[in-house]
C-alpha cells in the first residue's frame, strides 16, 4: 500500500529543493563569475533549455524575439524596402525594392548607410540597424549616405511605409520542355497568394509541363500558410494532424 498523499509531498519537496538550487547557482553566477552577466538573458536561456530538454521542436521566445516572427509570419512591416549587408562594420545597402520608399528617393545599391537620425551606424551590428530603420508607417527617417565618387555625405529624408516581404521567387526554366520553378523561402501570411499569383502567370505558357516546389533553407512559420500551399497541390488525403495529452 503507498500513501498517494506521502508521494505528492515528497516530490512536491524536491521540485523545491531544485528550485532552491537553481536560486544558488544564479546568486553564485551574479557575485562570482569573471564577467559581469545578464540575469535576464540567463533567465531566458534556462528557460529554453528547460523546454529543449522535451524535444527538439518545444522553445521560448521572448517578448523581443516573439515580436520580430511577429512580424516575419506577418509578411509585411513598416520599413524603407532595401536590402542591407555588413561590410568593414558598416552598413552597406545591397539593393533597393522597386516601388518602395528608398526606390523612389533615391537610395541606389553600393550606398553605405553611416548615420540613422543622425546616430552613427559603425559598431551597430546588422539586426540594430534593421531595428532602426524599422518603424510607425507614415513617420519620417533621416538617413546619411556615403557614395563612391562622392566627396560630400548625401542625406536623404524618407516616410516609412507598408514594405511587403517577398516570400515566393519563380521563374520558367528549361528551353523546349518549360518548368515552373518556386522557390519558397518562408511561409508567411502572404505565402500562399504569392504562390498562386506566380502559377497564375505560369498557366499564361502552354509549354509548361510541370513545377519545381524548392522548400531549401525555408526556416517555417505558419502553420496555416503550409496546409493551404499544400492543399493547392493535392486532390485528397489528411495534410496535417496534431495530438496532445488529451487527445
Known sequence: FINSSYVYSKNSNEIYEKIDLFGE??????????????????????????????????????????????????????????????????????????GT???????KAGDYIVRINGEQVRGKSLTEAVELMRGLIGSEIKLTIRRKDEKKALEFKIKRAII????????????????????????????????????????????LIGYI????????????QAISISDFFLNDGEIVSTKGRKI
Do not use: C, W
Not at 518562408?186 to 505558357?205: C, G, H, R, V, Y
Not at 516546389?213 to 496555416?224: E, F, H, I, W
Open 25 to 98: 547557482v544564479l546568486e553564485t553566477i551574479k557575485k562570482e563569475y569573471v564577467d559581469e552577466v545578464n540575469q535576464a538573458d540567463i533567465m531566458d536561456s534556462a528557460i529554453n533549455g528547460l523546454l529543449q530538454s522535451l524535444d527538439p521542436y518545444s522553445a521560448y521566445m521572448s517578448p523581443k524575439s516573439f515580436e520580430g516572427m511577429q512580424t516575419d509570419t506577418k509578411g509585411e512591416f513598416g520599413g524603407l524596402g532595401i536590402e542591407i549587408g555588413m561590410e568593414s562594420g558598416v552598413v552597406k545597402v545591397i539593393s533597393p525594392i522597386d
Open 213 to 224: 516546389l524548392d522548400l531549401r533553407n525555408n526556416p517555417g512559420g505558419l502553420l496555416t
Open 164 to 207: 511587403e516581404v517577398k516570400s515566393v521567387e519563380a521563374r520558367i526554366i528549361g528551353d523546349k520542355k518549360e518548368i515552373g520553378y518556386l522557390r519558397l523561402k518562408s511561409f508567411n501570411q502572404n505565402s500562399d497568394k504569392q504562390l498562386i499569383k506566380n502559377i497564375n502567370n505560369f498557366e499564361k505558357n502552354k509549354k
Open 101 to 107: 520608399p528608398a526606390s523612389n528617393a533615391g537610395i
